[in-house]
């Protein structure tokens, strides 16, 4: 059955940019692509993105341009149940980090995950279990102004991605492409194309993909996806589609949402049919459910546990030649486990930033940024600037009253333990 799946670009503030594509069931949702700085990429903004793709209904983020620097060639972590996978930046001549993608995924798209592959700094790939499968490639260009080798590569590293896709599959590739097209390109923002732009439209032409941003009649208000520290708008941001699947795509614009994330560019947001499949989840061992660190703790109760297993042992072994003898072990020692021990307790890691307060200044900072937009003054300009310093003082005072908790709970456990030591040191001499 035929689903619909949005498909959004979204950009944040200045250098840093994820795209995202979500599948949710029976109605519409987004695939975003989001620009961030790394001054801003840290616990607070992590959290923010988390927050935003679950209240716009996002399953997948791509991440480019984190500039985040690490060992592990995919890192994995999670913020706020959904699962952040970066893949490492370089370091440069100067060793500042450059490039860097990933994707932040929902625990629903997580179960339609097949794989993510990291092509480079700049390209990563993520593949999506459907009929026909959904290929999504997330992609960070060198700007205009950089160097026809640097830009020769990338293109060259796209083109070579786009090209180990199967033919079959749904493809969008969704990225800040830093290119600027006339309106020769249909309905397009700008009166001229660039250098990136020519490199964009050559692509296009080579692997058969329709640019959603321009294939729809739209006002200028609905095209432009950055706007520059000169209050200049452009639109440097596209999501491709295969021609193949183009009549799948219903719409595409760009939004002013996420404006909590602290953005300059603007989600572009695409709407697609698709049918997608759920991978099929491995039946999980219940033994591994079992809290076996029980039987150290509870003389009594591993008394009772050493009892019903020789019984049950005793019982199958009667009925059983002496070649079943390992098997009757086995299934005396798991049946009796899952009767008589307790299940382990799940354990829910507190979210430091889940706080009434961010809430409320989230609130009002989309007011503000409402009120701005609808008619922009210098007072208005001054209460969302106001708004974005509350919001992040927010972020900071709850940040430090975890981290006292955290640090409480450490002194409590180490006063706790050097209790115990001396105590065992007592015990041991008054024998």
Not at 12 to 17: D, G, P, Q, T
Not at 263 to 279: A, E, K, L, P, T
Not at 318 to 333: F, G, P, R, V, W
Request: glycine content about 2%; hydrophobic content about 30%.
């Amino acid at each position: 059955m035929a689903e619909h799946v949005g498909i959004a670009h979204c950009l944040s503030s200045k250098s840093f940019n994820p795209a995202s594509s979500s599948l949710r069931g029976s109605q519409f949702s987004f695939v975003d692509i989001l620009l961030f700085p790394i001054s801003t990429w840290h616990g607070k903004r992590k959290h923010e993105l988390a927050t935003s793709a679950f209240l716009h209904h996002n399953d997948i983020v791509c991440i480019q341009e984190h500039r985040q620097f690490h060992k592990e060639s995919l890192k994995i972590e999670t913020v706020n149940s959904y699962d952040l996978i970066t893949a490492s930046s370089t370091k440069n001549t100067v060793n500042a980090a450059v490039g860097g993608v990933g994707f932040l995924l929902s625990p629903r798209a997580r179960k339609s995950l097949l794989s993510v592959d990291k092509i480079s700094p700049r390209i990563i790939v993520i593949h999506i279990s459907g009929n026909p499968k959904l290929s999504v490639i997330s992609c960070y260009s060198p700007t205009n102004c950089s160097s026809e080798t640097e830009k020769d590569n990338f293109y060259r590293s796209l083109s070579s991605t786009i090209n180990k896709v199967p033919h079959h599959n749904m493809l969008a590739v969704c990225g800040d492409f830093n290119a600027k097209l006339d309106n020769m390109s249909r309905f397009s923002h700008h009166q001229e194309t660039n250098d990136n732009g020519e490199r964009l439209l050559d692509l296009c032409d080579e692997h058969k993909l329709v640019i959603t941003n321009t294939r729809f009649q739209k006002g200028l208000s609905k095209l432009w996806t950055y706007e520059d520290p000169k209050k200049q708008r452009h639109q440097i941001d596209y999501i491709l589609w295969r021609k193949k699947w183009i009549n799948s795509v219903k719409n595409c614009q760009a939004y002013n949402s996420m404006q909590t994330v602290g953005s300059d560019h603007r989600i572009v947001s695409c709407f697609v049919q698709v049918s997608y499949r759920v991978n099929k989840i491995p039946v999980k061992d219940p033994l591994r459910s079992v809290d076996w660190q029980e039987l150290n703790n509870k003389p009594l109760l591993r008394h009772h546990y050493t009892v019903e297993v020789r019984n049950r042992y005793d019982s199958l072994l009667e009925n059983a030649d002496l070649e079943a003898d390992y098997e009757c072990l086995m299934e005396s020692i798991a049946s009796s486990a899952l009767e008589i021990l307790p299940m382990k307790k799940k354990r829910r890691k507190e979210n430091p930033y889940k706080d009434p307060n961010i809430d409320h200044h989230r609130h009002v900072l989309q007011q503000s940024a409402l009120a701005h937009r609808t008619a922009p003054s210098f007072s208005t300009k001054e209460k969302l600037e106001e708004a974005k310093k509350q919001l992040d003082e927010a972020y900071t005072l709850t940040a430090t009253k975890h981290h006292k908790k955290d640090i409480f709970t450490l002194f409590k456990m180490l006063i706790s333990k050097t209790h115990d030591n001396y105590e065992s040191c007592n015990a041991h001499f008054d024998r």
